[in-house]
């Protein structure tokens, strides 16, 4: 089983609406877990980091369940410009915990 | 700042030639790593650092050296290109301790091997 798993997509939404991607890791040991975004033929970039209470940047709402081991994503009133891959990461426990475990991505379309 | 720099941006090469890809960051950032990225198969990691002088193999190393003589930079080799080699490869840095800091990733190399 790959350490973290995400519905590739895509997620075809109009602008305005509210989506939501969940992601799902499979080491019970793991600590830190982040969104990172994609832009197309770009580097990813860090979007948020997940902390155990849940938190929330603007638009932005990560949330972190530890019993079911699954982290989502809300974009609430999605624009244009989120247009995007979506990428869960999440830590190894392997190697003293350095290496960062990185979904393949969730692919988001926001439409006029 | 300059952050993650990589060099070249694209690069073409034969089966069988040998060819290093540069990677420096100026944040002095302890944790080093190369990762190639494939379409349908996510990042990666071929190989990491955690300072100057240690290296490790990630989950993809086979074809590829690193060494680590400076804090700076982080070269990946390739040793004997073959075309599945073909990828995106991303450099990237962090502080070591990953729970609390971003880890940054260099613009990408966009490898050919024919």
Known sequence: ?112 | NAGVTQTPKFQVLKTGQSMTLQCAQDMNHEYMSWYRQDPGMGLRLIHYSVGAGITDQGEVPNGYNVSRSTTEDFPLRLLSAAPSQTSVYFCASRYRQVQFYEQYFGPGTRLTVT
């Open chain 1, 1 to 112: 089983r790959k350490e973290v798993e995400q519905d590739p997509g895509p997620f075809n939404v109009p602008e305005g609406a509210t989506v939501a991607f969940n992601c799902t890791y499979s080491n019970s040991a793991s600590q830190s877990f982040f969104w990172y975004r994609q832009d197309c033929r770009k580097e990813p970039k860090l979007l948020m980091s997940v902390y155990s209470s849940g938190n929330e940047d603007g638009r932005f709402t990560a949330q972190l369940n530890r019993a079911s081991q699954y982290i989502s994503l809300l974009i609430r009133d999605s624009k244009l410009s989120d247009s995007a891959t979506y990428l869960c990461v999440v830590n190894s426990n392997k190697d003293s915990g350095y290496a960062l475990n990185f979904g393949k991505g969730t692919s988001l379309l926001v439409t006029p």
